[in-house]
């Protein structure tokens, strides 16, 4: 089991970065496949990115591709998602999520969710 918290949530103006962090604690992090979900209020949640075991491997939804990086520092049990460009659509809850077995999208794929941190892009 892994659990999972998430930091670097803020107000931040359109076109604007922001860096958020999932610390990991429990079983050895570089086992699970990480990814990055979001949710805005009234919508379902949303794949933003996975990322693979040793970080080598990234799968971007399009809506972040170019703009959003996902990245691991497995030695600090610790993952990453750089935010640039930051757009009002953009503002939403962001999870980080964490699976044993394969890269994934759905949220149904994920075992392990930290509580969220908000993102706020204003126009």
């Known amino acids: 089991q892994v659990q999972l918290v998430e930091s670097g949530g803020g107000l931040v103006q359109a076109g604007g970065s922001l860096r958020l962090s999932c610390a990991a604690s429990g079983r050895t992090f570089s086992s699970y496949v990480m990814a990055w979900f979001r949710q805005a209020p009234g919508k379902e949640r949303e794949f933003v990115v996975a990322?693979?075991?040793?970080?080598?491997?990234?799968y971007y939804a399009d809506s972040v591709k170019g703009r959003f990086t996902a990245s691991r520092d497995n030695a600090k049990n610790t993952a990453y998602l750089q935010m640039n460009s930051l757009k009002p659509e953009d503002t939403a809850v962001y999870y980080c999520a964490a699976d044993a077995n394969r890269l994934a999208s759905r949220p149904r794929d994920y075992d392990y969710w930290g509580q969220g941190t908000q993102v706020t892009v204003s126009s």
């Open positions: 990322i693979s075991w040793s970080g080598d491997r990234t």
